[in-house]
């Protein structure tokens, strides 16, 4: 069978993948394939901000993925929700628009990533960015050129969320105004990939200009097999569509941005892996790379509710009533509770005084509420809000493994949580700040009960114990195919180059060193942003 030839493949429409297939696209010298195993993100609840809580839980738009039972969390198996659809998880997430700190990238470095310090990537994120907020006289400007909109949505917040910056005050937090800003530490109102009340993706912000291009051409429902070697000659994927095995060769490179689970589980069913795990599994060595689907990190917070005395965004989506008046001011005015994510107040902050940076990200909600059987969101009838606490740089590494041969088998997720006594210790400080703004004069004014556990009634064994029992991930798997010095400690060069395979790279939150402080859409993004720049310079 002739295999159809482009000059780049790309595996994946997600958070990295939109991206690489506008830079690679914009000149009109490549031919770009664009693959993905979901479907359209022309969806209503993917674009509405507020419609997070039903896209987790929406088996058509998520891989669907658990963990191996996780023994430091009391052997729990947990969901890891995985977007599977044009946009990738940057289509189902909270939609919070985190830089994260300048240690972070320094630490990259570090690590062996050569050139992605923060001087490099700080100037990668402006020219991606468009920074949509009020100025000093509060008339809303927009500030930059890039197609990445980051807004301040703080005037549309729920009035409850103030009191979530006054609680941070009472305990001597600082208070910022803007988390993305150079010094990065304090409590402050989110910023927001949302642009005029619609949810901002990569698939927004990159791929739709780029779509209308002939020389990029996108297939979604296609399920990537493996990839074979060419020697000279490009390499091979074979992929799975409309019920029909395909071949596409790459002149030039397979650039693989699947994902920090379905990257190393491509990349090991292809024979690029540790040797006795592929033999193990059936599948042929090809090339044997220890690191592959090692490292993995994520970050875990633990949240806790309260009943409260005062209005939250119970009370304004609660009812059919509020729903309704919600529903008819975001249609026609894009504003109002549907507008806003739920992600509404947080920010870096130190666990301790004598800590030497801030190493916990809070995350403080105007809502209370409990998950259905199905994974969603089900508001309570009282009003309540919700406070979050995740240590920032955790030092466990778990592992992405295939089960068996078959493409279509879910990988085994060893999260290996709480491995290390420094990530115990870390959730036990974050575990009492979170009960020191719990106790916050501000907050207690307001507050009518805990929803039990009571966080303000913990010792630390207990606050361990609950840190156990319910922690849980917040979505940032990464490093399951880091940059590093070289085959011995990674998977990729500081070009995301696969060591020893010519002509395959890996463009995704798994080629991260180390788990940034917070949220890694933006960082996935601003690599792939970068990842485009190396891919042209290497081709002339």
Known sequence: MQ??????????????????????????RHRVLLLESGGSDARLWIKVPIGYAFNVGNPALNWGYRTQPDAELDGRVTPWPRGRVIGGSGSINAMAYVRGLPCDFDDWAAAGATGWGWDTVRSVYDRMETRHAPDATGRRTAQGSGPVWVSDLSEQMNPFSRTFLEAARDIDLPLSDDMNAEAGEGVTYYRSNVRRGRRWSSADAFLRTAKGRPNLKVITGAEAQRIERLNGQGNLLYYRHGGRDRTVRARREILVSA????????????????????????????????????GLQDHLAVSYQFHATRPTLNAALGSMTGRLRAGLDYVLRRRGPLAVPVNQVGGFVRSAPDRAGPDVQLFCNPASYEMSPAGRPVLDREQGYLISAQPCRPT????????????????????????TEGDRDAALRASRLLQRLAMAPSLRAVTRAAKLPD????????????FRARASTVYHASCTCRMGHGPE????????QVHGVPGLRVVDASAFPNVTSGNTNAPTMMLAMRAA????????
């Open 259 to 294: 994902g920090a689970i379905n990257t190393p589980k491509l990349l090991q069913l292809s024979g690029i892996g540790p040797a006795a795990l592929l033999r193990s599994r059936g599948v042929p060595v090809v090339r044997d790379l220890p690191q592959v689907g090692c």
């Open 3 to 28: 295999a159809d030839e482009f000059d780049y493949v790309i595996v994946g429409a997600g958070s990295a993948g939109c991206v690489l297939a506008d830079r690679l696209t914009r000149d009109g």
């Open 396 to 419: 466990s590494r778990g592992a992405v493994r295939i089960a068996s041969p078959d493409p279509g088998d879910a990988p085994l997720i060893e999260a290996n949580s709480l491995a």
């Open 533 to 540: 720049d190396l891919i042209l310079q290497d081709a002339g």
């Open 489 to 496: 400690d990674s998977v990729l060069d500081a070009r995301l």
């Open 455 to 466: 966080l303000t009634c913990l010792d630390d064994d207990g606050l361990m114990a609950a």
